[in-house]
């Protein structure tokens, strides 16, 4: 049994949440499984920062209840701007706190076979379905004790699924809303391209409160099976107080694609990871990731592809910022495994740091166990460029001006990348009120 402030959790308790959820055995048997697990697994461990002291597992409540949305109109206008509110063919999932919200898919899609759903309606209406995917070839439950707590608790998220064949040409997205100080959230997200299929999923977690307390525990598990491609795009602005533990893991099958590009711009401290596995022939990982941080702000972001398959390829790229005190670990591992031959793993990290006491470190890493392959590295960690700003205040550009146009350049490889306007529109404005 573990008490969490004025809240136990015990098997008592999951059991009977899993009940009124109306969850099938598998489920809850799944849940009481990671619980009793949980005392003896370690602590996630990342390179070069000390999590000892971060609360991970202490919140006062479980579930927040709000009020289902009868309109768009209805939302925080920070989140609304997210929205193309005036389409009538939207793919929209909102999540408000830990309460599904609103769901809206196309007659198209719908005719098509095309799943969007919260993840308690997928459990109890595509139950065989979701029991495929979920926490089994992915994310595993006794990967240490974050997962395993994450898997006994799960009060939110989303399942995507894309049959074989079909090709969903408008992005599908998915809004979770913070809005509720008392929020914990341990929130699962799920999407699927079946063989020969493609979609696009783009998420945002957001804040719209103040400073606050907070527990969230996000897992999100992609899947490309053969010839399948899944861009997947997020990004995450989550209040100051909020303690994240955020982990992405895709699972690219034989010439599949999965394609990442992350703006992970929180303001608590955060621990992200990353990891894509290229499983089949022929595979292809690329991830493209921004940060900024600031206060003092620790996090740690580790991005890794590993290589199974045979001529698979491999990219990392990320470029951060830091101000103040905030301090970053910016780990990329590139792993290609005995037998993948002809793979590639390349990767770049870069850290651009705008005053003396904030703290950056980039650490490439490559484990090759195979011989014909290729691979290659670049890392760098350092100030504004002197140059790039004497360049741009000659032509009579302010250094102020000089500086956030610098700023902007170095983040623009990632925030191009985002397909949905509104999001990608959230993002530069972040970045701005971050930097300055």
């Known amino acids: 049994m573990r008490r969490m402030e004025t809240l136990t959790i015990n098997q008592d308790y999951v059991t009977s949440f899993s009940n009124k959820l109306g969850e099938p055995d598998w489920l809850k048997d799944l849940r009481l499984q990671a619980l009793a697990k949980l005392e003896d697994l370690p602590m996630p461990k990342p390179d070069k920062t000390k999590i000892d002291k971060w609360n991970f597992t202490n919140f006062k409540e479980h579930i927040v209840e709000s009020q289902k949305l009868t309109a768009l109109n209805e939302l925080h206008e920070d989140v609304k701007s997210l929205i193309d509110l005036e389409s009538t063919n939207k793919n929209l999932y909102v999540q408000l706190n830990n309460t599904a919200a609103f769901t809206s898919v196309s007659s198209e899609l719908k005719d098509q076979g095309v799943i969007l759903t919260d993840i308690h309606t997928a459990a109890k209406e595509h139950s065989e379905l979701l029991q495929k995917y979920f926490m089994s070839d992915g994310v595993k439950v006794d990967e240490h004790r974050l997962t395993a707590l994450h898997a006994a608790l799960v009060n939110g998220g989303v399942f995507v699924y894309v049959p074989k064949n079909v090709e969903v040409a408008e992005p599908i997205q998915a809004v979770f809303v913070h809005d509720n100080p008392n929020t914990t959230l341990f929130n699962h997200v799920i999407v699927v391209a079946d063989d020969n299929s493609s979609v696009t999923y783009v998420e945002n977690y957001i804040s719209t409160v103040e400073k606050v307390e907070g527990v969230f525990n996000i897992i999100s598990e992609v899947f490309a ?212």
Do not use: C
């Open 225 to 436: 099976n053969t010839n399948a491609r899944v861009t997947y795009g997020a990004v995450d602005t989550l209040a100051n107080g909020v303690t994240t533990y955020v982990n992405r893991r895709g699972v690219a099958g034989r010439d599949s694609r999965i394609e990442w590009a992350l703006g992970l711009m929180n303001d608590g401290d955060t621990i992200s990871e990353n990891v894509t596995n290229l499983m089949g022939d022929g595979s292809f990982g690329d991830t493209k990731t921004v940060v900024v941080g600031r206060g003092e702000q620790k996090q740690n972001f580790t991005t890794k592809v590993v290589h199974f398959g045979k001529h698979s390829e491999g990219y990392i790229l990320k470029h951060g910022v830091m101000k103040d005190s905030a301090s970053s670990i910016f780990n990329g591992i590139g792993k290609i495994e005995h037998g993948a031959t002809k793979s590639n793993a390349e990767q770049e990290s870069r850290v651009l740091m705008l005053s003396e006491k904030a703290r950056g470190d980039a650490n490439p890493i490559l484990l090759i166990d195979e011989d014909d392959v290729t691979a290659g590295h670049a890392a760098s960690v350092g100030r504004v460029d002197p140059i790039q700003l004497y360049y741009l205040m000659s032509r009579g550009i302010p250094q102020v001006e000089a500086e956030r146009l610098v700023i902007h350049g170095f983040l623009a490889p990632v925030v191009k990348e985002l397909p949905i306007e509104g999001v990608k529109k959230q993002l530069v404005e972040v970045i701005e009120r971050k930097v300055k």
